[in-house]
C-alpha cells in the first residue's frame, strides 16, 4: 500500500524527524511504500526564511488564536495537500506532537475536503487518551494511534487493507457512531528488534545543522512530577550498545553527503545515561571500530556518573551533555520529585566541564513550593558554577503538565478565572500563565525569569548563534574589525571541509560599552561579548549550506586582537565573503557598542 508520512509544523528544523523515519522504516520492511513529507523543513527553510525565528516559538503554535496570525504563505496548505493526494496514498499519516498538533488539524481538515476517501491516522507524543475525543470528533481523523507506534500502526493497515475488524488491534482510537478506545498495547519489550530509522525521502538538504537523530533507549528512570514525557513512554528500556553503534555506522554509510564534514548525531533521548554500564559499553565500541563522531542529548544527575565513564565519553566524541538540573533549592528538587540534591548537580557539572565535555543546564522557576530563598539559592547555584557551564538554557516558568497537571489541586494550584480552568485544565494542556497560587503567579515567575536570564546573559552563559543581517551595517570608517584569513589549503573539491583561523582587531577609536536601554533583555554583558563569523557569497547572502561559525566569549578592546577557528566548506570558485557578526541576538547594533564589522573577500581559485 501506499501511504504519506507528514511532519506539520512546528518542530525542529535543525535534524529530520526521528519519529517519522522510525515509522518509516518499520512500514517499508512490511512492504509499503512510503512517501515522507517534512512540511516543518519546508516552511522555515523555502518560506519564511530569514524571518524564521520570529516565528520559530512553541507556544505560537499551540495557541489557537496565535496560530491563526501566523503569516503562512497564501496557498502553502492547498499546496501541500495537493502535493500528498498526488502520490495517491491509500493511507495519510501525521505524526503530531503538541506544537504540530493544530497545523495537523487544519491540514487533515483541507485534505478531507478535497478527497474525503482517504484514510487519516494521527499518532505521536499529543495522542494521548484524553485528547482522542477531540480528534476524532472533528471528523477530519479516522483513527488515533494511542503511544508506541511501530507495531500498532502495521497491524492498523494489515486490518484495513485486508478488511479485517479493528476493533482487536490494541492501541488505536476511532469513531463508530460514538469514540471507540482498544485496550493500550504493550510496550516493545526489545528495541534491538525495532528497524533502524529511514530518513530516505526527507528534504535532507534543508535541515541547517547537518546532523542526524538517534535515540539510545525510550522513557526515564526518574519520575518529575512536573514532566508528562516518560507518561508517554510508561517504563523504562534500552537498545544495546552493539544495536546503537552499528545503527551509527549505518547512517554515516548511507548519508555521508548529509553530513558537513564531521559525523554529528543528536540523542532524543529523555536521558542517555539511564543506564550507564551500556553507555559505558556503547562508547568503547565507537572508540575500538573508530568512528568519527560527534554527539550530544539530555542526562540526568546521577551519582553513578564517575570520573572514568565521562573520559570515555569525551574520547568517544560526546560534545555537551544538557542537564535538567531546574532549581539550587534542595526543597525544591525533593518537591519536583527529584532524585539528586544540588550538591550532587555541582559534582557532575564540575568533573563533566573537567573531562572536557560542554555543559548545558535547564531551569524552572516558579515552582509551587518555590519562596525568594529557593529562587536566591538557584541564582547563587548559577553563580557559584558559571565557570563550569557552557550555556544556560533561557529559564523556564512552569508549565503545568504531569501529576501537576493531573492533580494540580494537591500541590495548592488555582487556574484563576473559572472559564480558563475549563479550557486549559480540562482540555488542553495549559500554559504557564494560567495559574496562580499566594505568592506566586504569572507577573512573579515572569520576573524571576528575567533576573535569572539577565545573571546568565552577564555571565556569559547565553550565548546564541544569530547572525541577523539587518543589524549590521558595514565599513564604518574608523570604527570596524578588521578580519584577514591566515590561511586557506590547497586542492579542495567542492564540499570538503576545512578549518580556518580568522585574525580578528578592534580598531574602534572607544571602547565597546552597555546599551543605554530599560529593556533588561538589551543588556550587554559587562566585560563579555559574543562574536561570530559567517561565509557569504559574492552578493554577500549567507551561504545556507557552507556555513562556518566561531565564537569569541570576550571582550576585545581598542587594539587588541583575538584569533577565532571555524570550520569551513569548499565553496564553488570565485569570491566570497567573511563576516563578522554578533552571537548574541539581543545585544542589539553594532553601532551602539562602538564597532562596525568589515567584509573582506576570499579568493578562492583552487576549488573546480
Not at 424 to 443: A, C, D, M, T, V
Request: proline share 4%; hydrophobic share 35%.
Amino acid at each position: 500500500m501506499e501511504i504519506a508520512l507528514v511532519q506539520c509544523p512546528l518542530w525542529d528544523v535543525e535534524k529530520p524527524p526521528l519519529g517519522l523515519a522510525y515509522i518509516s522504516a518499520i512500514l517499508k520492511k512490511n512492504n509499503h511504500s512510503v512517501f515522507p513529507f517534512d512540511l516543518n523543513a519546508e516552511l522555515f527553510s523555502r518560506h519564511i526564511g530569514e524571518e524564521y525565528r520570529n516565528y520559530f516559538d512553541f507556544e505560537l503554535w499551540k495557541n489557537k488564536d496565535r496560530f491563526r496570525k501566523i503569516p503562512i504563505p497564501e496557498g502553502f496548505w492547498e499546496k501541500a495537500a495537493q502535493r500528498i493526494l498526488d502520490t495517491d496514498p491509500g493511507i495519510i499519516g501525521f505524526c503530531v506532537q503538541d506544537s504540530s498538533f493544530l497545523a495537523s488539524m487544519l491540514l487533515a481538515t483541507k485534505i478531507r475536503k478535497m478527497d474525503p476517501s482517504r484514510t487519516i491516522i494521527f499518532g505521536g507524543p499529543d495522542c494521548y487518551l484524553s485528547k482522542t475525543e477531540v480528534i476524532l470528533s472533528s471528523g477530519s481523523v479516522d483513527y488515533v494511534v494511542r503511544g508506541e507506534g511501530e507495531e500498532t500502526i502495521v497491524e492498523l493497515i494489515d486490518s484495513l487493507e485486508n478488511s479485517k475488524d479493528v476493533s482487536t488491534v490494541c492501541g488505536i482510537s476511532y469513531k463508530n457512531s460514538k469514540v471507540m478506545h482498544n485496550k493500550d498495547r504493550s510496550l516493545i519489550k526489545n528495541l534491538d528488534s525495532i528497524p533502524f530509522p529511514d530518513f530516505s525521502g526527507l528534504p535532507l538538504e534543508l535541515y541547517k545543522a547537518g546532523s542526524l537523530p538517534f535515540m539510545i533507549s525510550r522513557g526515564c528512570v526518574n519520575r518529575c512530577v512536573f514532566c508528562d514525557n516518560w507518561m508517554f513512554w510508561k517504563y523504562y528500556r534500552f537498545r544495546s550498545a552493539r544495536n546503537v553503534v552499528d545503527e551509527l555506522k549505518h547512517q554515516i554509510k548511507k548519508h555521508k553527503n548529509h553530513f558537513k564534514g564531521t559525523h554529528v548525531f543528536v540523542s532524543n533521548d529523555l536521558l542517555i545515561n539511564g543506564n550507564p554500564k551500556e553507555l559505558y559499553m556503547m562508547c568503547d565500541l565507537i572508540i575500538k571500530e573508530k568512528l568519527d563522531i560527534r554527539w550530544s542529548g539530555f542526562a540526568a544527575v546521577r551519582n553513578d556518573m564517575t570520573e572514568e565513564l565521562l573520559k570515555i565519553m569525551k574520547q568517544a566524541g560526546c560534545i555537551y551533555l544538557n542537564f535538567g538540573i531546574e532549581s539550587g533549592s534542595n526543597k525544591v528538587l525533593r518537591d519536583m520529585g527529584k532524585k539528586f540534591r544540588r550538591e550532587d548537580a555541582e559534582r557532575l557539572i564540575r568533573i563533566t566541564h573537567k573531562a572536557g565535555i560542554g555543559v548545558v543546564t535547564n531551569w524552572i522557576v516558579g515552582y509551587p513550593t518555590e519562596t525568594k530563598e529557593d529562587f536566591q539559592q538557584t541564582i547563587d547555584f548559577l553563580v557559584r558554577n558559571k565557570e563550569y557551564i557552557d550555556f544556560a538554557a533561557p529559564a523556564s516558568p512552569l508549565i503545568i503538565l504531569g501529576d501537576v497537571q493531573e492533580n494540580f489541586i494537591k500541590y495548592g494550584i488555582f487556574p484563576g478565572k473559572e472559564s480558563r480552568m475549563h479550557r486549559f485544565f480540562n482540555r488542553n494542556k495549559p500554559l504557564h500563565s494560567h495559574w496562580q497560587i499566594k505568592g506566586n503567579n504569572h507577573k512573579i515567575r515572569q520576573r524571576r525569569k528575567l533576573v535569572l536570564d539577565t545573571i546568565a546573559y552577564k555571565n556569559d552563559l547565553m550565548t546564541y548563534s544569530s547572525a541577523i543581517q539587518n543589524r549590521v551595517r558595514v565599513n564604518k570608517e574608523g570604527y570596524c574589525a578588521d578580519i584577514k584569513l591566515l590561511n586557506i589549503p590547497s586542492g579542495l573539491s567542492e564540499g570538503d571541509e576545512f578549518e580556518i583561523e580568522v585574525n580578528v582587531k578592534n580598531k574602534g577609536k572607544t571602547p565597546w560599552k552597555k546599551v543605554k536601554t530599560k529593556n533588561l533583555n538589551d543588556i550587554t554583558a559587562k566585560g563579555l561579548i559574543a562574536l561570530g563569523i559567517s561565509l557569504l557569497s559574492k552578493d554577500r547572502i549567507p551561504l545556507e549550506n557552507d556555513l562556518g561559525r566561531g565564537f569569541l566569549s570576550k571582550q576585545i578592546w581598542p587594539g587588541e586582537s583575538a584569533t577565532v577557528k571555524a570550520r569551513l566548506r569548499a565553496p564553488e570558485k570565485g569570491s566570497y565573503y567573511l563576516k563578522l557578526d554578533m552571537v548574541r541576538e539581543y545585544i542589539g547594533r553594532f553601532s551602539e557598542i562602538g564597532s562596525e564589522p568589515l567584509w573582506v573577500p576570499i579568493i578562492v581559485e583552487e576549488v573546480s
